[in-house]
């Protein structure tokens, strides 16, 4: 089982813009037209307005009806607790560390195998992931491909064509040899529930770490459309539905499982808090489809999409446009964490 814990990344990167003049006003058309061919090449490339799960499923599951656990009161008073103990009780925005990078690939995209890199001591050789038809064999990764900052450096494929989602644990290119410490697929994406098979996925829940990050278009569209996947300092022992493995040690009436279904009610007035944009929007999903939690980490934090993509594209980062240049740290200020409702142990378990 992979067992990992996430730090969560607090301090905005710094990002180096390059000014190109531009002599004449050919050159000027020409590059412009060279642009906005790169930049629309790199906008199909993102994680597409959703996620890669269909409606009904596991991750686009409409919660707002949903009765409650019957330890919710608790659960919530410890989600806030720790909430507030880390970070001055600001949750982190994880935009360019300990997220995914997310590439959608076309049919024609070169497949190539991905070595298996043991970084975690196991005494076993992985045969689902290394054999014939194997989670590790005939993967279409861009050449180009970028993984997400920090040392989990994940990576998600989603191909359409062949209905099927890849996800790596430190990934990493050398020369032209693509390698992972761990990772799986998904089969069948369309009907999917967003779990890895087995013990297999990038993260300590066997959930799609792709089904609940925030992704770029939807910010851009002004909508989240699926829940939102959240990590906490402590959980609980076991795991709920859709989650298929742990990632906690503690117990009692207010411990958090792995895969908890949390909903922010709809009696929130969510516009009136007067929270960041794309906080705002995070809020309005938590009513609909609510936080499902997914992993252990250094303070509470959500996961947004990588720009790793699209800064190695076009050179831009398109984050910084749509945050409107609050901090990465200071996104999610003002959530009302202490509001939340926790769903019953494995809600919506077919």
């Known amino acids: 089982m992979l067992r990992r814990r996430l730090s969560a990344a607090l301090l905005p990167a710094v990002v180096s813009a390059l000014t190109l003049g531009l002599s004449t006003p050919a050159i000027a058309a020409d590059s412009a037209s060279v642009t906005s061919a790169t930049t629309s090449s790199a906008t199909n490339r993102l994680m597409p307005v959703g996620g890669p799960f269909s409606a009904g499923t596991a991750w686009r599951l409409d919660v707002r009806k949903a009765p409650l656990n ?3 009161s ?11 103990k880390q970070y001055g009780g600001l949750a982190a925005f994880n935009v360019r560390q300990y997220n995914t990078s997310f590439y959608t690939v076309p049919s024609t995209q070169k497949r190539v195998n991905v070595k298996w890199t043991n970084c975690q001591g196991m005494s076993f050789t992985p045969t689902d992931l290394l054999r014939s038809g194997g989670y590790f064999n005939r993967v279409p990764i861009p050449a180009d491909a970028v993984p997400a900052g920090g040392s989990d450096g994940q990576l998600s494929v989603y191909s359409p064509s062949s209905d099927q989602l890849w996800e790596f644990w430190k990934a990493k290119k050398d020369g032209s040899t693509w390698s992972a ?12 529930q967003g ?15 792709s089904g609940g990050t925030i992704g770029i278009k939807e910010v851009q569209a002004g909508a989240i459309d699926h829940a939102v996947a959240l990590s906490l300092p402590r959980m609980g022992k076991g795991h709920s539905y859709p989650a298929s493995r742990g990632d906690g040690w503690t117990t009692g009436a207010d411990s958090i499982p792995t895969g908890t279904r949390l909903r922010l ?3 929130v007035d969510v516009d009136a808090l007067g929270l960041n944009p794309v906080a705002t929007m995070v809020a309005k999903a938590a009513q609909t ?3 499902i939690v997914t992993d252990t980490g250094g303070c509470t934090s959500v996961v947004a999409e990588s720009p790793a993509a699209s800064i190695a594209a076009t050179g831009v980062d398109p984050w910084k446009a749509l945050l409107r240049g609050t901090p990465t740290y200071a996104v999610m200020e003002g959530f009302p964490w202490s509001k ?6 494995d809600y919506g378990k077919p």
């Open 340 to 345: 939340l409702q926790a769903l019953p142990k």
């Open 70 to 72: 019957g330890n919710s």
């Open 289 to 291: 489809y609510g936080f």
């Open 181 to 192: 410490c761990w990772g799986g697929r998904i089969d069948k994406v369309s009907t999917s």
């Open 195 to 209: 779990r890895f098979p087995g013990t297999y996925g990038a993260s300590a829940s066997g959930l799609a770490v």
């Open 74 to 84: 608790a659960m919530v008073k410890n989600v806030a607790a720790m909430t507030a």
């Open 265 to 267: 009610p709809a009696s």
